[in-house]
């Protein structure tokens, strides 16, 4: 049974930084695409950052020079490094593995088949 923990989360001013990681369990890392999404309230979920099994990454446009997703195959987890957070990060964020698809779809919650239950990250002005 595949298991996605996050953790990392938590509450920062703007310009402040968090590292999310997810602890994969029953799933190897580098099976399939991996990703980072998020959902604020009221709003849908929307992609973040995506890895491939030979770690090639897709950033949107939003976070793109602020976050960084990597990998660490002997931990088996995915990790995401945020930089220069701003409120409007704030959201929960979820870890997202088994994804599959052509290059475009890699942040598309619709092509991952497991998800975590996500944690919550706040970011104050």
């Known amino acids: 049974q595949v298991q996605l923990v996050e953790s990392g989360g938590g509450s920062v001013h703007a310009g402040g930084s968090l590292r999310l990681s997810c602890a994969a369990s029953?799933?190897?890392?580098?099976?399939?695409?991996m990703a980072w999404f998020r959902q604020a309230p009221g709003k849908e979920r929307e992609g973040v950052a995506a890895?491939?099994?030979?770690?090639?990454?897709t950033y949107a446009d939003f976070v793109k020079g602020r976050f960084t997703i990597s990998k660490d195959n002997a931990k088996n987890t995915l990790n995401l490094q945020m930089n220069s957070l701003q409120p409007e990060d704030t959201a929960m964020y979820f870890c997202?593995?088994?994804?599959?698809?052509?290059?475009?779809?890699?942040?598309?919650?619709?092509?991952?088949?497991?998800w975590g239950q996500g944690t919550q990250v706040t970011v104050s002005s």
């Open positions: 997202a593995a088994g994804g599959a698809g052509t290059s475009w779809t890699r942040l598309q919650a619709r092509t991952y088949k497991y």
């Open positions: 029953g799933y190897t890392v580098t099976t399939n695409r």
């Open positions: 890895i491939t099994p030979d770690d090639y990454t």
